[in-house]
């Protein structure tokens, strides 16, 4: 089936401006993260959700920044009032089991703040 | 914060020679993963090697694992300008239900035709 998909594929926002970036994880993969990778840099974790739940934020940067996964399925990250440190590409990331497993990234969204 | 470092950091060699990248890390772990990064694309998952072993094979991967020393190593055999990319490996700690990836800073490996 289709692999984990992101949109949009690329943002440029104003500093202070909000966005909302989206990714549809593999359908039926209990498990989410969001990654978010500076230039040059290995992805950091930002947040995890097991379906609905958020079960950890703990990477998430600031309070600027919120996730969300109502239905289990669809996820949104969210940053409010964007600053230029915001921008890199963010990677959304779904896995098969709450377990110890491989996971399948999507392409990224590449966010540049002005 | 990242777990660990990849070394080198950059590789290049010719086609059909073997590349061998190392990975270090600092906390116990339960599985390290290497993920391949083509330019401007997503992570592609290549092989997961859990704490209790030591060696194990895909293709022309083979991945090894010593936990007293806290690393690892990725060996591509018969390297092809298509392997061309970034590698990162990537661990998985004790951390309960979750099962969050921490990244060390990437190998760039360049093959030449």
């Known amino acids: 089936g289709a692999g984990v998909s992101q949109s949009p594929r690329y943002k440029v926002a104003k500093r202070g401006q909000d966005v909302a970036l989206r990714c549809d994880p593999i359908s039926g993969h209990v498990s989410l993260f969001w990654y978010q990778q500076a230039l040059g840099q290995g992805p950091e974790f930002l947040t995890y959700f097991q379906n609905e739940a958020q079960l950890d934020k703990s990477g998430l940067p600031s309070d600027r920044f919120f996730a969300e996964r109502p239905e289990g399925s669809v996820s949104t990250l969210k940053i409010q009032r964007t600053q230029q440190e915001d921008s890199a590409v963010y990677l959304c990331?779904?896995?098969?089991?709450?377990?110890?497993?491989?996971?399948?990234f999507g392409p990224g969204t590449r966010l540049t703040v002005t | 914060s990242q777990q660990g470092e990849e070394d080198p950091q950059a590789l290049s060699i010719q086609e059909g020679e073997n590349a061998t990248m190392n990975c270090s890390y600092k906390?116990?772990?339960?599985?390290l993963q290497w993920y391949r990064q083509n330019s401007g694309r997503g992570l592609v998952h290549l092989i997961l090697?859990?704490?209790?072993?030591r060696e194990k094979h895909s293709g022309r991967l083979r991945v090894t694992l010593d936990t007293s020393k806290k690393s690892s190593s990725l060996l591509i055999t018969a390297s092809r300008a298509a392997d061309t990319a970034s590698y990162f490996c990537?661990?998985?700690?004790?951390?309960?239900?979750?099962?969050?990836?921490?990244f060390g800073k990437g190998i760039t490996l360049s093959v030449r035709p």
């Open positions: 090697i859990r704490s209790n072993e």
């Open positions: 906390t116990s772990i339960n599985n």
């Open positions: 990331a779904s896995s098969s089991s709450e377990g110890y497993y491989e996971q399948y």
């Open positions: 990537a661990t998985v700690s004790f951390t309960g239900a979750n099962s969050k990836l921490t």
